[in-house]
């Protein structure tokens, strides 16, 4: 007798598809996000004007 679980399934096939397909975009925009906040940390503070007086 054949294994069912190793039969073919179109639609777990595309279902499983498009869930890769949503978490490759949403690692990215993590991805995004992290490295902006590592080059906004290791960027020096800026330093803040000196008021004069007039």
């Known amino acids: 007798m054949a294994n069912p679980w190793t039969k073919k399934n179109p639609l777990l096939s595309l279902w499983l598809g498009a869930?890769?397909?949503?978490?490759?975009?949403?690692?990215?925009?993590?991805?995004?996000?992290?490295?902006?906040?590592?080059?906004?940390?290791?960027?020096?503070?800026?330093?803040?004007?000196k008021r004069t007086k007039t």
């Open 19 to 49: 869930a890769n397909a949503w978490a490759g975009a949403a690692r990215g925009v993590m991805t995004a996000a992290a490295k902006r906040e590592v080059a906004k940390a290791l960027k020096p503070p800026r330093r803040k004007a």
